[in-house]
Structures are given as C-alpha cells and as structure tokens.
C-alpha cells in the first residue's frame, strides 16, 4: 500500500480549483429541487446519491428527469421491478441493472425500518449510530452512506467509488491495490473535516469531465434550471388534484 501523501492532495486540489471553484456545489439540494425527488431531504440525498454511483452528476440528473416524468413518487418507484425501472432510465446508464436493484432493494428496507420514505431522524442521531445504520442497510454504496453524511448531515466523511478511485490513482492520490471500504477510510484520513466538502466537490465536477469531457458548467446548470421548473409543475398538479 502507498503511504499517505497529504501534499499530492493540496497539489491536485490547487490544480483542480483553477479549473473548478465557482461552478457550486454537487449535493441533491445544489443541483435540483430536492422535492422533485421526495420532501425528506434526507431521502432526496440518498436517491441522488445511488444515481451518481459509479457515474455522474449528468446521468444522475438526466435519471432524475426521466423518473419524475414517469413516475408519481418514490413510493411507486419501490413497488417497480427492477426491469420497470431500466426501462425508465436514461440510455447508455452505466450499470443500469445493478443500479435499480439496488434503489428498489433500499427503499423497501428503509421503508421496512421506518414505516415510511423518511430518513429525518437520522439528523438526532450520532455521527457512529448514523453509520452503523447505513451499513446494515442491504446493497448501499459506501459512497452514497458517505455523500448522504458529508452532504445531507454535514459530518466528515470522503465519498468515493471504483471509478472515482481508479481515476485519481492516476495522479497518486488513492492505492488501486485496496478496495473502495479502505480507500473511503484513507480518504478520510488522508482529507481534514474542514476541506472535505471543498476537496469532494472539485473532484466531483472534475471526475464528470474525465467521464463526459463535453460536459459543461452550463449543462449542469440547464438541467438544474430545468429540473426545478418541472419540479414546481408537479408540485403544482399535485396541489391542484
């Protein structure tokens, strides 16, 4: 195993930030309406968070789009086959399968657990009952337990996935030799609480450049533009039923 080089981190992330600061955040909350997923924050979190797993903000933000237009919530995505869902998704979504087992898989143990699509009360808890919840939870990423604490809960935490790891290998940040548990815990060693939210942030928008080079600050925030209208127009259409 690689030891752990603080330097090569602030000299990537002084790299990045050329690049890369100002463009905002990648939480659920800075990209869309959250509502247009559910009105937890918490869950929007969660479900955002599964959609950029070993992908991207773009996909994750199309897959946004396309489930709200066919779906009327999160409830009647849980009672979805995993084929149903696929179908749903955007074209060329990596992982597609896989991905929808998983969401369908935990929303129906979150749904189990707590009788309802809410995960509010996690904000009561501490930060190691927080994560002994996630992680008994079937199927979840730790990359999705780590956004929705980082995130959602605003604790320390580095989220991060295969692809993600395999990228920044490449400029000696993370050891290609560990798996993602060992590369989520050297990150969190390797990162203070305080740069954390900074440093994801930077290599989120860059890691969707190095997956989608065409991909612009300006489509991300068309889509979000877009999403929050439609998201005002379903709300409304509820309202109004």
């Known amino acids: 195993m690689k030891p752990l080089d603080p330097d090569s981190m602030t000299r990537f992330m002084s790299t990045l930030e050329k690049s890369y600061d100002g463009l905002g955040g990648v939480g659920c909350k800075d990209l869309i ?52 869902l696929v179908a749903i998704m955007p074209a060329r ?50 990359f999705v337990s780590s956004r929705v604490i980082l995130l959602g809960l605003g604790w320390h935490a580095f989220p991060i996935d295969d692809w993600l790891a395999k990228q920044l290998s490449k400029h000696d ?25 900074q440093f994801y942030t930077l290599i989120e928008h860059w890691a969707s450049d190095q997956r989608a080079p065409k991909a612009s600050s300006s489509t991300r925030k068309k889509s979000a533009t877009a999403s929050t209208s439609k998201s005002e127009t379903k709300s409304a259409t509820k309202d109004a039923s």
């Open 93 to 142: 979504y990596p992982r597609t399968l896989d991905r929808c087992q998983r969401l369908i898989t935990i929303l129906n143990q979150i749904f189990l657990r707590e009788n309802q699509l809410k995960l509010a009360h996690l904000r009561e808890m501490n930060k190691k009952d927080v994560v002994d919840y996630f992680a008994s939870i079937d199927g979840l990423p730790p």
């Open 33 to 84: 309406d959250p509502r247009l997923i559910s009105s937890d924050d918490l869950i929007s979190e969660l479900v955002f968070s599964i959609l950029v797993w070993e992908s991207s903000i773009e996909h994750a933000l199309r897959a946004v789009e396309k489930m709200s237009e066919e779906l009327i919530d999160l409830n009647e995505l849980r009672v979805c086959s995993p084929e149903e």
């Open 173 to 197: 940040i993370t050891d290609a030799s560990l798996n993602i548990t060992e590369q989520t815990h050297r990150m969190e060693r390797l990162v203070r609480a305080n740069d954390a939210l």
